[in-house]
T-cell receptor
Framework: AQSVTQPDIHITVSEGASLELRCNYS??????LFWYVQSPGQGLQLLLK??????LVQGIKGFEAEFKRSQSSFNLRKPSVHWSDAAEYFC??????????FGKGTTLSVSS | DADVTQTPRNRITKTGKRIMLECSQT?????MYWYRQDPGLGLRLIYY???????NKGEISDGYSVSRQAQAKFSLSLESAIPNQTALYFC?????????????FGQGTRLTVV
C-alpha cells in the first residue's frame, strides 16, 4: 500500500539555525512529491513540488527539498529559520491518476 | 474571491443530525477531493471525483457520502453525524489538463459534533 512517513512529530529549532524535515514514501514507482505548510488556524500552502528532473527543488519562503530515489526520501530544508516559519509541515505524494496522500505532519517550533 | 470555497467555515451540530458541507470552485478543474484533518493524523482522503460522473472512495469513506452536482460543486454529507467525525475538513481541486501537478485547497470547514 502507498504510504508517507514523517518520522518527526515535533521539532524545535532556534531562530537562525538550519532545518531539515524528513519524509519517506513507499510507492511502486517514483511519485509526484510535495511539501505543504499550514500555519495555525490557516489552510494549506504549497511550498514546493517535484515531478522529474533536477532532484534539488527550490520552493517559496527559502525552502528547498531533495529527492533521493535510493532512500525513497524527499526531505525539506531551510538554511536559516525565522520565527514566522513555526507551523505544521506536511509531506504528500501522488502517482499519476490518483489522489494526494499525506503524511501525519511535523510541527515546527522556533525558539528565540 | 477564493478559487476554492467551502461553506460553512464553522459548524456545530448534534449527534445523529444530517449535515452537508459544500465546496465550489472557480478554477475550472475536473478533479475534486474531500479530506479530513485530525491532530496527529495529517490529512486523510475521504472521497474524490475525477469528473462529474466519477466518484471514488478514499481511505476513510465510512459514514460519509458525496455528490458531484456539477464540475464546480462537490458536496460532502454526513448522514448521521457522530462525535468522532469532529474534525477540520478540506476540499481540494486539481487539473489533469495541466498535468495534475498541484492540488488547490479551500480554507477548511471546522465541524464539531456534540
Amino acid at each position: 500500500a502507498q504510504s508517507v512517513t514523517q518520522p518527526d512529530i515535533h521539532i524545535t529549532v532556534s531562530e537562525g539555525a538550519s532545518l531539515e524535515l524528513r519524509c519517506n514514501y513507499s510507492y511502486g514507482a517514483t511519485p509526484y512529491l510535495f511539501w505543504y505548510v499550514q500555519s495555525p488556524g490557516q489552510g494549506l500552502q504549497l511550498l514546493l513540488k517535484y515531478f522529474s528532473g533536477d532532484t534539488l527543488v527550490q520552493g517559496i519562503k527559502g525552502f528547498e527539498a531533495e529527492f533521493k530515489r535510493s532512500q525513497s526520501s524527499f526531505n525539506l530544508r531551510k538554511p536559516s529559520v525565522h520565527w514566522s516559519d513555526a507551523a505544521e509541515y506536511f509531506c504528500a505524494v501522488r502517482q499519476a491518476g490518483t489522489a494526494l496522500i499525506f503524511g501525519k505532519g511535523t510541527t515546527l517550533s522556533v525558539s528565540s | 474571491d477564493a478559487d476554492v470555497t467551502q461553506t460553512p467555515r464553522n459548524r456545530i451540530t448534534k449527534t445523529g443530525k444530517r449535515i452537508m458541507l459544500e465546496c465550489s470552485q472557480t478554477k475550472g478543474h475536473d478533479r475534486m477531493y474531500w479530506y479530513r484533518q485530525d491532530p496527529g493524523l495529517g490529512l486523510r482522503l475521504i472521497y474524490y471525483s475525477f469528473d462529474v460522473k466519477d466518484i471514488n472512495k478514499g481511505e476513510i469513506s465510512d459514514g460519509y457520502s458525496v455528490s458531484r452536482q456539477a464540475q464546480a460543486k462537490f458536496s460532502l454529507s454526513l448522514e448521521s453525524a457522530i462525535p468522532n467525525q469532529t474534525a477540520l475538513y478540506f476540499c481540494a481541486t486539481s487539473d489533469p489538463g495541466t498535468g495534475d501537478t498541484e492540488a488547490f485547497f479551500g480554507q477548511g470547514t471546522r465541524l464539531t459534533v456534540v
